[in-house]
């Protein structure tokens, strides 16, 4: 079983690697890192999402768990041979894309011809292993919050590795290289492992059903705080990626350092659902942890102003250190800042599939149809809010739309979920908590501009 989440964490730490250099070489093909990113992530999430949704279903008609094991090592070892190729398919395409007009839709169809296919694959992880790995079905929901959370800690790894170390210290295609072998490595090990597990060994007693924790939440709420938390946390990262930006400089950097801490934040969450967390999963714990995620978020709206001051300070202590030094430095801070906010954002998606009702042979399908949803609402977060809605909200205007989605579903939640008095309160308090954040005040531009350039000024004689 240990090797098993071994290769768990590895498949995430490769797909974050893939990301990175994906995004290097699409700077070639459409452009601008802005352009790049917001394609590469948009694509890939699409296709995460499709996977999700294929191999959640695909996951019932497998059967027996030494078939689910098997099939995910193939898959791997399929991603793995993929990487190899990447750049003899990146030259056609870009031979192509040359002869095209510079349109978004063009660069879209290129990009998904390139894309698609790896993450329609990556997204067979986590519905497959959930499926797979649980030996009881009562097991369930903490091993998907096992899964999801060893996964994105991989993810976090392959953020960091890539964007810091393996991209500028051997090159993209080294780089995919590295990766490739890595996945066709976990391949072989979910391979050798499948053989290993008794061939008419299913998925759990029939006639005992998957954990079931009582709620009163109708199906669409628990879709709905899906969506949104996909939506809210990708948003938040982008405004994130940008706001540090202005602080530190466009770097390359800033990309990788960001997207590790979302990441890191996400699976320290859920990892601390993986030990049972779940069982003592009440109808409100939901709804606070929502709460409590907005509740960082809108300290660190706040704080925003003040980013440039510690990002001095930060320079001052690296003067005479290295840039590498500097970069671990920024790193540390970032996800300082951000971690505690991401913990409880992390732990959505796992109490939300522990509360949606399972049989023992189905709780792969409603893992895969959970993440189909909350992967749509991360395409909606990074496309539509993220991308298009910064063409006419400021960035503290965003911010605070995601603050406010956020305190809008908590009110939903609160009304659908709890009962008597409760219901009232939270619904009232997270209202409450809607207007106030409409009623924020405006970050001082000033934050961004003074001192952070030379200007030169002509004087008449």
Known sequence: MSAFYVGTFVSGMCALIFQVAWQRYLMMLV???????????????????????????????LGSRRRVLATYGAIELAIGAYAFAFPWLFARVLAVGRGL????????????????????????????????????????????????????????????IGGFWLVPALGLRASLGVAGVFDVVVGAVFLVGARRVPAAQGLGAAERPAMSIPNRYPAPVLLLFAAASGAITILFEVLCVRVLSLVVGSAHYVFPAVVGAFVLGLAVGSLTLARGGTRRLGASRLLRECALGGAWFALLYACVPFWINWHVGLRKAFWNASYEAYLVGLVVVATLALLPGLV???????????????????????????????????VVGSCLLGHYALGWLSLDAAFKLGLGVLAWVVA????????GR????????????LAVVAWLPRWDRTSYTVGMFRTSVIRST
């Open 344 to 378: 409880f954002l992390g732990r959505l998606l796992p109490l939300t599939y522990a509360l949606v009702d399972k049989k023992d042979d189905d709780y792969g399908r409603i893992c895969g149809g959970l993440y189909f949803v909350n992967t749509l609402g991360t």
């Open 422 to 433: 409760a219901r009232w309160r939270a619904a009232g308090s997270a209202l409450v908590a």
């Open 31 to 61: 452009g601008s890192e802005a352009r790049s990113i917001s394609l590469v992530v948009g694509v890939f999430l699409f296709g995460l999402a499709m996977g999700y949704r294929y191999w959640g279903n695909r996951s019932e008609r």
């Open 412 to 419: 939903v939640g609160a009304w659908y979920g709890l009962e």
């Open 101 to 160: 007009p510079d349109h978004l839709g063009v660069d879209l169809a290129l990009t998904s011809a390139l894309l698609l296919a790896p993450t329609f694959l990556m997204g067979a992880t986590i519905p497959l292993l959930t499926k797979a790995l649980p030996e009881r079905p009562e097991q369930a929901n903490d091993f998907h919050a096992r899964v999801y959370a060893v996964n994105t800690l991989g993810a976090c790894a392959g953020a960091w």
